[in-house]
């Protein structure tokens, strides 16, 4: 076999493992848009973006303060018992402080995207993982 030839083959067998290399690798992306301390308390308020890309699973875990999040864009998800549900675009919702959520995966082909805004204990992470 020609070098020519083995070098064909060996960059046509790296496009098709490219795609299911990326999709282990895949994890979820927080931007954080703004942090405050709170008025008078030692708390400090984070407002941030999540995206999840389809395949990832969030783990799940707890916050040392309240989180509210909005849906920006909607994405189905299976949660950890198997069911599938729709997480749509314009969905809000709030988690409690040190109440574990999440262990759910986003499936099919669209990214989760949500808007959260944290007020936690200044200091300490934003997130913890949940035993």
């Known amino acids: 076999m020609s070098?020519?030839?083995a070098a064909c083959l060996v960059v046509l067998w790296s496009l098709l493992l490219a795609p299911s290399v990326f999709?282990?690798?895949a994890e979820p992306h927080r931007v954080v848009l703004k942090t405050a301390d709170l008025t008078g308390t030692d708390k400090e308020i984070i407002i941030a973006v999540l995206e999840v890309p389809?395949?990832?699973?969030?783990a799940r875990h707890t916050h040392p303060g309240e989180?509210?999040?909005?849906?920006l864009?909607?994405?189905?998800?299976q949660m950890p018992d198997g069911k599938e549900i729709?997480?749509?675009a314009g969905q809000a919702g709030v988690n409690v402080r040190d109440v574990p959520h999440a262990g759910y995966?986003?499936?099919g082909?669209?990214?989760l995207k949500i808007l959260t805004v944290h007020i936690v204990d200044k200091g300490k992470p934003m997130t913890v993982p949940a035993p």
């Open 105 to 107: 995966k986003v499936v």
């Open 67 to 71: 989180e509210a999040t909005y849906v």
């Open 3 to 5: 070098r020519l030839a």
């Open 23 to 25: 999709a282990q690798t």
């Open 54 to 58: 389809p395949g990832v699973t969030i």
């Open 73 to 77: 864009e909607g994405a189905k998800l």
């Open 109 to 111: 082909d669209k990214a």
């Open 86 to 88: 729709d997480r749509p």
